[in-house]
């Protein structure tokens, strides 16, 4: 079980979809409870559970749907003028695919630009209670206008 706790932290987890990283939440929990508690005398879990505790975290890790959230991520043209300034020559649909993108990874239902990012490179979404900020380069492809990728 250890193993497949192991390999479970090495997903995508964190681009996976705010649905699919709950269910791998709920079995790493349960895996980490039964490898914390083996070795207690009085515990009360069986070979049986184990192994279905294993079988669960492998197929929620087989689960992540990374990937395909990668691929929704959109392409944005970047303008550099003389002077070495970046604009970011978004369309109306890259700007809704972005906010999209980021309301499935994180479970909100209200991520927007904040209003005074220049070229909208912050996102502000609502975690629980409280908002929080991303910066949308984590979540678009860069590329110059000639089509050269961007790596910041």
Known sequence: MSDAIVMARRAGYQR??????????AAMEKA???????NYSNNNISGADVRKATSDLNVAVAGLD?????????????????????????TPEEEQQVLNVVNEIYGSTDAHFLPTSPNNDTIVYTSGIYPVTANTREFVNLVLSNGKRIDF
């Open 16 to 25: 996976s979809s705010y649905a699919k990283k709950k269910i791998y939440d």
């Open 66 to 90: 990374w990937k395909k959230e990668i691929a929704k991520y959109p392409t944005v043209t970047v303008e550099i003028d003389k002077n070495g300034n970046r604009k970011w020559d978004w």
């Open 32 to 38: 980490e409870y039964y490898l914390e508690c083996r």
